[in-house]
């Protein structure tokens, strides 16, 4: 049983100047107007808000959470008004709670459309103040720990749906992972009672084995840390019920194959410790290749930071293990809510500060709504401020970039929907085609038979999906039109010569202009003709010519040629300049993987476009000279281009970790790595990586360069 000291206590471990008083005065004022309330336990009511602050405390949060967290059900279950809370505890505490209060009187639905539409409330109740659904998260825990005091089974499998519904998604959206497994665990065991009572009874038979493992693989990490001076706490832990559930079902796979796979957390000080602690797990066991995954280096958007790796452990098993520091660690327990906990040292951290202003503005722009009808509508979410959330007129949600129309919206409906969308409607008024979707909005489109996209889509769209929709359609209209034109042109041209087109197709006469001018059907040639990159004149004399000879290919080529050396210089999407012909396609030899910086050069091959090789790689050697053509890299660049080198090292602890953070310190991503000690002592490493250019590169092998023990590092060609 919690005590209000208990939670002051937690409170003072991690802030010592925490305003005490104000959270006894909360406590005393809960025990007050609660007074005589009970629990279903039997337990008084107050040990119900004592646990939430305990759960926030564990979380440490700011004493304004906490306070807020036992007053949580004043309002809603007690004589205690809106004005005695704003009085005695200051318009803060009355915020959080009154936000508690709207959420508490929602009603949750069995219907999809209903349950939708109180996710949607949740979501925009977390832009008044974020601890609101932080403490409902809290209440939700508690009121889940305490479910089996219900007496209806079917009250209890409904609350536990709703936990599933609705709160497990929010936790998992805010990063507060642990919550999540939490609710997860508890209400599996109420919603799918037959199949968490298996797993649970699979799970026990060995149960004492396991735990002996996880304590021999925590001692084997702990004892090799030490013996490298570095300090660490491991924490082992076997996978929860629901996701052992989850991932039998959503990969099909048998209770062993998951349950084999034990979760090892190691917690360092340093980012450094952290890739030095990577570089000696992986020389303890065998890391699978692919799996390892640096979050630190690429932290996910909830800042979720922490390096992730899988082994094959002391028993043939797989081990995972996530390699992170202390405060990576706060942080990914409190997920993004880490803005309010107290951080030791310093009050507000700069960059997490600058990080969330956009929750700051929420929070300075906050309205007194009356009515939850008005606090709805007028809400706007920002929490994740490149998104909006609309909906189906199904109570559907679905998550769009931030500046999406609702074209956008009707193809992620559907590609038929968005090429056949005439008009939308939002909220029940008609808007425009480009017109900005926001939060909230329920959007109908209307859409009609064979009716067409608009090349002027093009022009306000932002989705990839509608974009790439569109220009196909656009595309293929084009097709269409040359095919019919190119069609017209050479019947008029071979008319002309009193030959007949429509037969030399049908003889199969055709076929060899088809080849010779490098199209692969005759479809293909005729819109080559529409589009004017192929005469009609130089079908109709490849077809009156006798076959072909070598030395015609090589004219062929060389026409190909001077075209290329006539046109204008173009810049094609892949980032390559080709003096060349329009959609011409682009490739990079895979022998030696040029990157912008490189000096390069292209070879024509017919009908496959331009291949780009580094100058000097030894298959562009092989070549034909005469098909070369010049290509350069286009200004300002910024995709990332694949790329090898090779380390040839001294074998020694701590290796890998140096090679990885110095290549991840120059912004390279690592792509995989793989080692192989050729000797005893001498070990080749061999890093994909991927770099905007080769200055980067350069930077990467000249640091590399510099670490101890390092023979060679080049890249590979
Ligand atoms: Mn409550």
């Given at each position: ?429 008609l808007v425009s085609l480009n017109h900005e979707l926001q939060t909230g909005d329920i959007v109908e489109i209307m859409t ?36 019919d034109l190119g069609r017209e042109m050479l019947d008029k041209t071979f008319k002309k010569k009193r030959l007949n087109f ?131 890299w286009a200004d300002g660049i910024t995709e990332s281009y694949p790329v090898t080198i090779e380390v040839k090292a001294m ?67």
């Open positions: 049983m919690i005590r209000i000291n208990d939670i002051t206590d937690k409170v003072l471990d991690y802030n010592i100047d925490a305003d005490i008083d104000f959270i006894r005065r909360a406590y005393v004022y809960s025990a007050q107007v609660h007074q005589g309330q009970t629990r279903l336990s039997g337990e008084p009511y107050l040990m119900h808000p004592l646990e939430v602050a305990g759960i926030l405390a564990d979380m440490k949060f700011d004493e304004v959470s906490i306070a807020a967290a036992l007053l949580h059900d004043v309002i809603e279950d007690t004589w205690a008004s809106d004005e005695d809370l704003k009085e005695m505890f200051g318009e803060e505490v009355h915020i959080i709670v009154a936000g508690v209060t709207k959420l508490s009187v929602l009603t949750f639905g069995s219907s999809q459309e209903r349950e939708a539409e109180n996710i949607r409330k949740m979501i925009l109740a977390m832009a008044d103040d974020i601890r609101v659904i932080l403490i409902k998260l809290a209440d939700r825990l508690h009121n889940m720990r305490t479910l089996h005091f219900h007496k209806s089974d079917e009250k209890k499998r409904k609350i536990a749906q709703e936990t599933l519904d609705i709160y497990t998604p929010i936790a998992a959206r805010l990063g507060i992972y642990w919550i999540k497994s939490e609710l997860e665990n508890i209400a599996f065991k109420y919603t799918m009672p037959n199949e968490f009572r298996r797993i649970k009874s699979m799970v026990n038979t060995d149960k004492e084995d396991r735990m002996e493992y996880v304590e021999e693989v925590k001692n084997l990490i702990l004892d090799k840390m030490e013996k490298s001076g570095l300090g660490c706490e491991v924490f082992g832990r076997h996978k929860q019920y629901y996701s052992i559930f989850q991932k039998m079902v959503s990969q099909d796979l048998e209770f062993r194959e998951i349950y084999d796979l034990t979760a090892f957390r190691v917690i360092l000080e340093s980012i450094p410790q952290c890739y030095e602690a990577l570089g000696l797990i992986h020389s303890m066991w065998k890391p699978i290749p692919n799996k390892f995954k640096d979050y630190i280096g690429v932290p996910k958007p909830n800042m979720y930071q922490s390096l992730h790796t899988t082994m094959i452990g002391p028993y043939g098993e797989r081990i995972e293990i996530q390699i992170r520091t202390k405060e990576m660690d706060r942080v990914a327990k409190s997920g993004i809510a880490a803005h309010w906990t107290y951080k030791e040292g310093s009050k507000a951290d700069e960059k997490l500060n600058n990080q969330f202003t956009w929750i700051q503005n929420l929070l300075d722009t906050h309205q007194d709504y009356k009515d939850p009808k008005e606090f709805l509508e007028n809400v706007k979410i920002d929490l994740f401020p490149d998104d909006v959330y609309v909906f189906t007129p199904q109570g559907e949600i679905k998550n769009m970039p931030k500046g999406a129309c609702p074209v956008d919206f009707a193809y992620t409906i559907h590609t038929e929907v968005g090429n056949q969308c005439i008009g939308a409607k939002v909220n029940g008024r009609r038979k064979g009716s067409h996209p608009s090349k002027d889509w093009i022009n306000f769209v932002i989705t990839v999906k509608a974009r790439s929709r569109i220009r196909q359609w656009i595309k293929s209209q084009d097709t269409e039109r040359s095919l429509s037969t030399a197709i049908k003889s199969g006469e055709i076929d060899r202009v088809i080849e010779e001018l490098g199209y692969k059907n005759i479809d293909s040639l005729i819109t080559a003709v529409g589009y004017g990159k192929v005469t009609p004149l130089q079908v109709l004399g490849k077809f009156t010519q006798k076959p072909s000879t070598p030395e015609d290919q090589d004219k062929l080529l060389s026409k190909l040629m001077n075209r290329v050396a006539e046109k204008k210089k173009r810049i094609t999407e892949d980032g390559v300049m080709v003096k060349g012909l329009d959609d011409i396609l682009i490739r990079f030899g895979k022998c030696c993987s040029p990157v912008p910086g490189d000096s390069i050069i292209g070879y024509i091959t017919i009908g496959q476009g331009v291949t780009v090789h580094r100058i000097g790689c030894k298959s562009a050697l092989k070549m034909n000279p005469d098909r070369s053509v010049d290509v350069e074998d020694r602890v701590g290796l890998l970790a140096d090679l990885s953070l110095s290549i991840s310190k120059n912004n390279a991503n690592i792509l995989s790595a793989n080692t192989e000690i050729k000797s005893t002592s001498v070990s080749f490493c061999f890093f994909k990586i991927t770099v905007d250019g080769t200055d980067r590169l350069d930077r990467v092998l000249n640091d590399i360069k510099k670490i101890r023990s390092i023979q060679e590092v080049k890249r590979v060609t």
